[in-house]
């Protein structure tokens, strides 16, 4: 009888150098998964520059780096817009523009308590996004979104006596610039001085009216320098994972105050951050009132159908500094120049009057002679207006027995109850007792 | 009627004004599915669905705001914080946001903001803190403690049915220790109204929380000497009962205000303030102030019990101010 002769087969038992090469090759045929995830971006042009702090000479300054060269591209024609809408969004274009004008001479002329804010260059971005909101759905406008609230409802005047402080401001004399809101007609929550802030309180009025039975769609907006917070985070990644209608225009004008938009982000667009929370994220040209205007449209009808949330993230510049008594002297001059020519009332002019000929020339100074008329009335108004009396300083910080009637905007809720009784488990959770 | 620990009687009030109002939610961490850290929002869930009570991610800011923005369309939400030391996590929104709304822009903001505050019992510096007196600063926020099962019931249903943003404390160390008789039906107790927990000649004792019952320990044990204390309870910080601090200090001429917050910056400081402004002819004696150190909350037994007001420092004080 002889021994059988064991075959150890190669498998069972391989040597160091062929596990290791073996193993790598299962690595080679099986490579790890890659996800991948599209932001779709309208823009017609994609600017790639380097902004950097270099020394020169005796002083540090900002250096742009990258070609500035490319004409202003056409404006993308709207897929919903039809002629009147488009010459209404540039009508509120114009406004937001104008009354900011009248704004800044009030200030020359020493009318204006305290500082202005400008949304010069970011007027299509505030107006043709305000302008897809039906009348009972919410806005939380930032500070460089007055053409927004001018969508809203309110009217120059109002504006321009906050900024006067006077007694016939919605606020009463109690809140300076765009700090004002309305909660009965226009459905407008006034902003904080602090940044975020809004995005967690207009997702709260989405769950509000979704408890009420009805998908709304709620918007409001942050910059890039605001979106840095934590209270952003907080507010969009709740919107998200409840999924409420919650639109947010993370307005990238590449400056916050005079840090550029480089020292407050490292990935490219901020529209890639839609992946981290779940939701689409998509990129629009912010001087092009049409990309806006679709954008928010589609946004905002994803937000009725119950959708969740849509993060747009639109590209321009802050064409003016920080507020009136900054200069902006830190923004490299090319920069500058590169989005003067971009200018969104300019685009949206010559598309209207130009390439579509939606706008003739008459039409055109009618347009503007009504504005520039419905400003001097307002002005005069708001000039004329009187201060607070001193007294009013008092009262008003508590809601008082019958100052308000609490009632649901939009229908008592349909509540469904179960047939659970009350608990009477009294043992404690936690570890401390 | 039925015998309620405190912790039941919040339950049953919370329960109460979900039934009676159906804009009335809870949201917060944990409060459905587990009922909520401390078993408040115990069966919520399954009787009120997940609509109206909503277990939240990690995000404070995000709770208070949310619950803001709901309040805007008319809702009534009662957000709960799991523990109260968390709530600077959203300061900003509270004292920023809501507070100032009805004075800025005449929003009003329903919204209840509860939770478990308050130490001894071993939590250490982050699960036993006394936070109010941050809410208290700020104007257009009330603030309320309950001391007893019958005024917890009462209170947060007073507090959800009030239109202004209401901080409401639940002292933890109270949550199971104290039963009461509580009434099944609808009672509120009105915000703003403090209550004499105990009548007495000598000295009053001003407090709130779970110091009342250290207080009325001490009383009971000052009684037997012949010294007979009179205990009031504030209830609610914020708006201060400012009446019945003058009338218990008229009563007694002598007053010790007793608070498990730290010293500096605790309401003792505030009323003894108001004492002087409202009843400085009725003092017979200096105010004295019984409190907690100004450090954080330690963690170990001994140093917690020394950190705390004990009731051998409430008779000790009380001997000495009324013999003043």
Known sequence: MGMAKKTKSKASRPRATEKASRNGHQSARTPAQQRTYTIPDYRLEKLSIELRQVRDGDTVRYEVSGDLSAPAPPIRDSKYLNKQQCIEIYRWMLLNRKMEAA????????????????????EACSCASAYALKPDEWLGPMIRNQGSLLVRGFSPRDIMMQ?????????????????????????????????????????????????????IAVMTYIGDGGQSTGVTYEGLNFAAVQNLGLVLFVENNLWGYSTPADMQFRVEDLAERA???????????????????????????????????????????????????????YVPKPLFEYWKKRDPIARFENYLVNVKKWLAREEHEKLIAGIDAQLEADRDFAVASPMPEPETAVGGAYCEPGCHEIKPKYGVPNVKTGKRGISHRAESAVHLK | MATLTYLEAIRQGIWEEMERDPTVFCIGEDIGMYGGAFKVTDGFIDRFGS???????????????????????????????????????????????????????????????????????????????????????????????????????????????????????????????????????DYVVPLGQARVARSGRDLSIITYAAMVHVALEAAEQLSREGIELEVLDLRTLSPLDRDAISDTV?????????????????????????????????????????TALDTPVPFSPPQEEFFLPQVSDVVREARKLVSY
């Open chain 1, 103 to 122: 704004l800044e001479n009030l200030y020359k002329q020493g009318k204006v308590v305290g500082g202005v804010y400008f949304g010069l260059g970011q």
């Open chain 1, 163 to 215: 900024y006067m402080a006077k007694a016939g401001s919605p606020t009463k004399g109690r809140d300076a610039s765009s700090h004002f809101g309305d909660i009965q007609e226009r459905n407008v929550v006034a902003p904080i001085s602090t940044l975020g802030d809004l995005i967690p309180v207009l997702a709260g009025v989405a769950l509000g009216a979704r408890m009420q039975g009805k998908n």
């Open chain 1, 275 to 329: 992946i981290a929370y779940g939701i689409p994220g998509v990129i629009v040209d912010g001087t092009d009132a049409c990309q806006v205007y679709d954008a928010a449209h589609e946004a905002c009808e994803r937000a009725r159908r119950g959708e969740g949330p849509t993060l747009i993230e639109a590209k321009m510049m802050r064409m003016k500094g920080h507020a009136i008594h900054d200069a902006a002297e």
């Open chain 2, 51 to 185: 609509e109206r009570v909503i277990d939240t991610p990690i995000a404070e800011s995000a709770i208070v705001g949310a619950a803001f923005g709901a309040a805007l369309t008319g809702m009534r939400p009662v957000a709960e914080f799991q523990f109260m030391d968390f709530i600077g996590c959203a300061f900003n929104q509270i004292t920023n946001m809501v507070a100032k709304a009805h004075y800025r822009w005449g929003a009003p903001a329903p919204i209840v903001i509860r939770g478990p505050s308050g130490g001894n019992v071993h939590g250490g510096p982050f699960h036993s803190q006394n936070p109010e007196m941050y809410f208290v600063h700020a104007p257009g926020l009330k603030v309320v403690c309950p001391a007893t099962a019958y005024d917890a019931k009462g209170l947060i249903k007073a507090s959800i049915r009030d239109n202004n943003p209401v901080i409401f404390f639940e002292h933890k160390y109270l949550y199971r220790r104290i039963k009461e008789d509580i009434p099944a039906d």
């Open chain 2, 250 to 290: 008229r009563r007694t001429n002598k007053v010790l205000i007793l608070h498990e917050d730290v010293r500096t910056g605790g309401i003792a400081g505030e009323v003894a303030a108001i004492i002087n402004e409202e009843a400085f002819d009725s003092l017979d004696g200096p105010i004295v102030r019984l």
